[in-house]
């Protein structure tokens, strides 16, 4: 037979359970009015992302909404490009510390189209920056010469060439290849910076050159295990050490299912998929001289310019 206090106990638990399941219930019909209203969710996540830069990069009010105002600049690029396209898309979303994201409900035709998507942002982002620095060279307020140089560096950062990057999705429609090349300066960036958000990225990366290009052979997950488990440990967080225990064991089980396909790295897609994927990276040469062009020709701009804008602010640090 229950006591007293048994049963004041589970009259709490009850109360609390039902308290729950109130606020998740209310919390999916707040989510559900707030997705269904056009521009709403962009709005409330912008205002998210503004408080949460502010407070936590000691940015002040009018560096953190100049901030996030680039990064819409910077989206907004990509969703012009997909309605000219015919591409269905959702307006941009904003993560704290993720920066921004749009969702195409459809993939481009063809990879021109998704490379004309992909640059669409930084070359809209840079002429966000570019009048910041319009605006600084106008007043002399640092403010905006912070702004134009973290502009900068945002789109270049984005050109690095390998998806889910920009440049990886631009330089994907000239050789996939090349996603090596920019998995390998990610993975870089990420130790000498000790960024586990770069990191994170150089997973994601991997999975995309597994999915879209050639099988990833298992000693390389091995291999990204081991890295991130020591990113983890020389962290000195036990937050980030948990964070990338997690990824690692994501890791150790791509690893695992490679070992028992044998490991190969010879592609696996059915013929069926291989031919869709060949029609889809099927790019006429001309186009992909245009689109090379186009993309070291906006880096090397951004690069000059991003050494311009440090100079600069060196100079105004020193007076």
Not at 107 to 123: Q, R, T, V
């Amino acid at each position: 037979m229950a006591t007293q206090s048994e049963k004041k106990s589970s009259g709490t638990l009850s109360k609390l359970g039902a308290a729950l399941a109130f606020i998740v219930a209310k919390g999916k019909a707040l989510l559900a009015v707030i997705f269904k209203v056009k521009g709403l969710a962009t709005v409330l996540s912008m205002l998210l992302s503004i408080f949460v830069y502010w407070k936590t990069w000691h940015l002040g009010l009018a560096g953190a909404v100049g901030f996030v105002l680039l990064l819409l600049v910077h989206e907004y690029g990509h969703v012009i490009a997909l309605k000219r396209l015919g591409v269905p898309a959702s307006a941009p979303m904003f993560i704290p510390f993720l920066g921004a994201v749009i969702g195409m409900k459809a993939m481009p035709k063809n990879a021109k189209d998704e490379a004309f998507m992909a640059i669409s942002g930084p070359i809209l982002g840079s002429i966000g920056a570019l009048a910041c620095f319009g605006i600084y060279a106008l007043t002399h307020q640092h403010l905006w010469l912070w702004l134009a140089s973290t502009g900068f560096l945002l789109n270049l950062f984005n050109l690095i060439p390998v998806s889910p990057l920009d440049g990886g999705r631009v330089i994907g429609a000239v050789w996939r290849g090349f996603w090596y090349v920019g998995l390998a300066a990610l993975a870089g960036l990420a130790v000498y910076e000790k960024s586990l958000f770069m990191w994170y990225i150089a997973i994601i990366a991997l999975l995309e050159i597994d999915s879209r290009y050639k099988r990833v052979p298992a000693i390389v997950y091995l291999a990204g295990a081991v890295g991130t488990v020591l990113f983890g440990v020389f962290s000195h967080s036990i937050l980030l050490f948990i964070l990338t225990a997690l990824f690692a064991a994501f890791l150790v089980w791509q690893f695992k299912s490679r070992l028992e396909d044998g490991g190969r790295s010879e592609r696996f897609m059915s013929e069926e998929k291989k031919e869709e994927q060949a029609r889809y990276f099927q790019v006429t040469p001309v186009a992909r001289f245009v689109i090379t062009a186009t993309y070291l020709g906006l880096a090397g701009v951004l690069a000059a310019l991003l050494y311009w804008t440090a100079i600069l602010s060196s100079h105004v640090a020193i007076g």
